[in-house]
């Protein structure tokens, strides 16, 4: 009886170490599945991170480049309204 008790007793603990056992390698797979993840997640924020300045530089490159021409187009005006002026003066002076 006393040996029949202590066999249980064995078989429950060997059981319990078993689902013990099982619970913790589910546990490390989980957790290297997070951290697998996490090198992944932050993998493609820093791709995104980078995409993100490309295209912000590419827009102030563009901003800078369009900022020229518009002052080259205002100056380009402002030189054909003073002509025009001349010309104006020189006719009016002309009668």
Same mark, same amino acid.
């Given at each position: 009886?006393?040996?029949?008790?202590? %066999?249980?007793?064995?078989?429950?603990?060997?059981?319990?170490?078993?689902?013990?056992?099982? +619970?913790?390698?589910?546990? !490390?797979?989980?957790?290297?599945?997070?951290?697998?993840?996490?090198?992944?997640?932050?993998?493609? *924020?820093?791709?995104? *991170?980078?995409?993100?300045?490309?295209?912000? !530089?590419? *827009?102030?490159?563009? %901003?800078?480049?369009?900022?020229?021409?518009?002052?080259?187009?205002?100056?380009?005006?402002?030189?054909? *309204?003073?002509? +025009?002026?001349?010309?104006?003066?020189?006719?009016?002076?002309?009668?």
């Amino acid at each position: 009886m006393k040996n029949q008790i202590e %066999i249980e007793k064995q078989k429950k603990e060997a059981s319990q170490q078993q689902d013990l056992d099982r +619970k913790n390698k589910k546990i !490390n797979d989980l957790m290297q599945e997070i951290d697998n993840k996490m090198i992944e997640n932050q993998s493609r *924020y820093d791709q995104l *991170y980078d995409s993100k300045k490309e295209l912000e !530089n590419n *827009y102030k490159e563009k %901003i800078k480049g369009m900022t020229v021409a518009h002052q080259d187009e205002m100056e380009r005006r402002k030189q054909d *309204y003073a002509e +025009k002026m001349d010309a104006d003066q020189q006719r009016f002076d002309d009668l």
